[in-house]
């Protein structure tokens, strides 16, 4: 053999005949006007084949001039038509999902191609792809230049009709997925680069194995006004983006957001608050225990900000939450349960921690027939009573997790339970049922309500009492869900 053979004997390139690669080592040759003899052509030849193959397609990236990839077909899009410049012909592209054990990536199948796609192509195939990575709107995109069919290949993915949160992963689009809305945002508008104005919108979904954050862009968007938290719905043509290193998913107009008559469960662990440490980012429930005015305060652009501060607390202990942006709005008041999803633990007044809940947060506001969390260990709780004595998060607040959320949430009204709620340091015991107690603390709210707070608790009065800030004052009367409603102060 000679040394064009022999080079070709040790490539590891079936889709290359010899013949071909015989051509491409003469035109090297030519190409390089007499400076490679055939050995050093076909080394060169070779070099460039071994690296347009990818070991999967979690390694295309779109600096490579062209790649071949092994992948399973996922799904397969409509073809859609485009108008070019001048006079040139409609276009016509088609994009097709292809996966394989590192990832999943789009195709882009233009012209031709295009209807070859969609009358040759079936969800389940393996296929043999040659073709141009780029950036695309919903992430890489390879251009076909060449696919074929191997019956022979396999490639371990699994085909869903329908996705779980835990099931996404980035890459995936046409993901039609059912959850139960957390929290919901309000429309946001923004300025694209062509002058036109475009909308977004945020909602946080959960289902039995996670929760996810929802962003809905243009006529999505108005989604957002059409449901609460609490409701079922179903994202479907879907695509799963990433921001800030977590995983989001996108509906744009070719998706859609249909309400379900149907029930999905959402199961948080929540971390007793007791057990919470600086730098962290938890889930925390518990009971409102006071809560301030919304304060609002310039940024350093110009704009204005606001901000909500209220103390939750849990059978562990209690902290202070400030509820930043459209989260200062939530109708959070004493007594109210509610969940709060992703909160960064950090440190606040007076060395005291504080969750902060910003973009990322939900807030979930919860039922009002249910106990307070309990302290259990997370990933506590079942399906019969000794499992639900143990719940943390919703689950320890009933069945239905939530009724409104965003800036419509609804107060929770009296408990029947008499399950009690400790102050940390040892402060007054105050029962979800009517107590007779008397609290002793300084006034830091003097609006509607009254606020007291002893160094260790405060606590919410009810009263028609004249009072003043920094004045200490007794307030004596009943407790139900956490406010003190005053037969006297003193």
Do not use: C
């Not at 107009?253 to 249909?258: F, M, P, V």
């Amino acid at each position: 053999m000679g040394a064009i053979e022999d080079v070709y004997e040790d490539l590891d390139a079936e889709e290359v005949t010899l013949e071909e690669f015989r051509e491409a080592v003469e035109a090297k040759v030519e190409q390089m006007g007499g400076l490679a003899d055939d050995e050093t052509a076909a080394m060169l030849i070779a070099h460039e084949l071994e690296d347009k193959e990818v070991n999967g397609i979690s390694d295309i990236s779109p600096g490579m001039q062209e790649v071949k990839f092994i992948a399973k077909v996922t799904a397969i899009g409509e073809i859609r038509t485009f108008e070019r410049d001048g006079d040139d012909p409609d276009g016509k592209v088609a994009n097709v999902e292809v996966a394989d054990e590192t990832g999943q990536v789009r195709l882009s199948f233009w012209d031709e191609k295009a209807d070859a796609a969609e009358n040759e192509l079936e969800v389940g195939q393996v296929l043999r792809v040659k073709g141009r990575p780029k950036e695309g709107y919903n992430g890489i995109e390879v251009n076909v230049d060449e696919v074929e069919v191997d019956e022979d290949a396999e490639v371990d993915v699994e085909i869903l009709d329908a996705y779980r949160i835990d099931d996404l992963s980035l890459g995936l689009s046409d993901v039609n997925l059912k959850g139960r809305i957390l929290d919901t945002e309000s429309i946001r508008t923004f300025d694209r680069d062509d002058g036109s104005t475009g909308k977004v919108a945020n909602m946080v979904l959960g289902d039995p194995t996670g929760r996810i954050r929802v962003t809905m862009w243009d006529g999505q968007a108005d989604t957002v006004e059409e449901v609460d938290a609490g409701m079922t719905v179903e994202v479907v043509d879907g695509y799963v983006r990433e921001r800030d290193g977590q995983l989001e998913l996108h509906v744009g107009e070719r998706g859609a957001i249909e309400e379900l008559d149907e029930d999905v469960t959402y199961e948080p662990e929540s971390t007793p608050i007791a057990e919470v440490e600086i730098g962290q980012t938890v889930d925390i429930a518990g009971v409102i225990r006071s809560a301030d005015p919304k304060r609002t305060f310039d940024r350093d652009d110009g704009s204005e900000g606001q901000v909500r501060n209220v103390r939750v607390q849990d059978d562990t202990d209690d902290i202070r939450v400030a509820l930043w942006g459209d989260k200062a709005d939530y109708d959070l008041g004493p007594g109210d349960r509610a969940a709060f999803a992703d909160v960064e633990i950090q440190e606040g007044w007076q060395d005291d921690l504080e969750a902060s809940a910003g973009w990322r947060s939900s807030v979930t506001v919860l039922d009002d027939d249910a106990d307070t969390p309990s302290s259990a260990s997370a990933g506590a709780g079942g399906d019969d009573a000794a499992d639900a004595e143990q719940a943390t998060g919703l689950d320890a607040f009933g069945d239905d997790g939530g009724s409104e959320g965003g800036s419509s949430g609804a107060s929770a009204e009296s408990s029947d339970s008499t399950e009690t709620t400790s102050a940390s340091g040892g402060g007054a015991t105050a029962s979800l049922q009517e107590e007779a107690v008397e609290f002793t603390g300084t006034v830091v709210q003097a609006g509607n309500p009254v606020i007291l707070d002893d160094g260790e608790e405060t606590m919410s009065v009810e009263t028609d009492a004249d009072v003043h800030l920094g004045q200490e004052v007794t307030a004596r009367g009943t407790v139900t869900d956490g406010v003190l409603h005053a037969d006297d102060v003193f």
